[in-house]
């Protein structure tokens, strides 16, 4: 390990350090077109009625690592995108914004 105490444990698992292999660069940003791409980017219908962006939901839970400012977790239970990876900018009915209304 190196010996600089500002690298902590976080910083050298993003590293992979410890890992037999990890995912190449190339690979990473494939990965981050597809998902953009697909469901849970912005560009499908029900993000583009969606009240707010997932990035301002209460239920958004960052990912870790390089694609942090990208993507997240949904963890909103009554979400279609439940314990998915979406994009900061998808959106979704079930933002923890949104009102309901009842008669």
Same mark, same amino acid.
């Given at each position: 390990m190196p010996e600089d105490e500002e690298l902590d444990l976080a910083q050298l698992f993003e590293f992979g350090l410890g890992r037999a292999r990890? *995912?190449?660069?190339?690979?990473? #940003? *494939?990965?981050?077109?597809?998902?953009?791409?697909? #469901?849970?980017g912005p560009n499908n219908s029900i993000s583009q009625q969606a009240p707010k962006p997932c990035n301002s939901c209460g239920f958004f839970i960052p990912i870790a690592g390089s694609l942090r400012s990208a993507f997240g977790v949904c963890a909103n239970i009554l979400s279609p995108d439940d314990a998915r990876v979406v994009s900061v900018d998808h959106g979704c009915g079930a933002h923890s914004e949104a009102l309901v209304v009842t008669d």
């Open positions: 990890v *995912l190449s660069i190339t690979g990473r #940003d *494939l990965a981050a077109q597809r998902w953009y791409a697909g #469901d849970r």
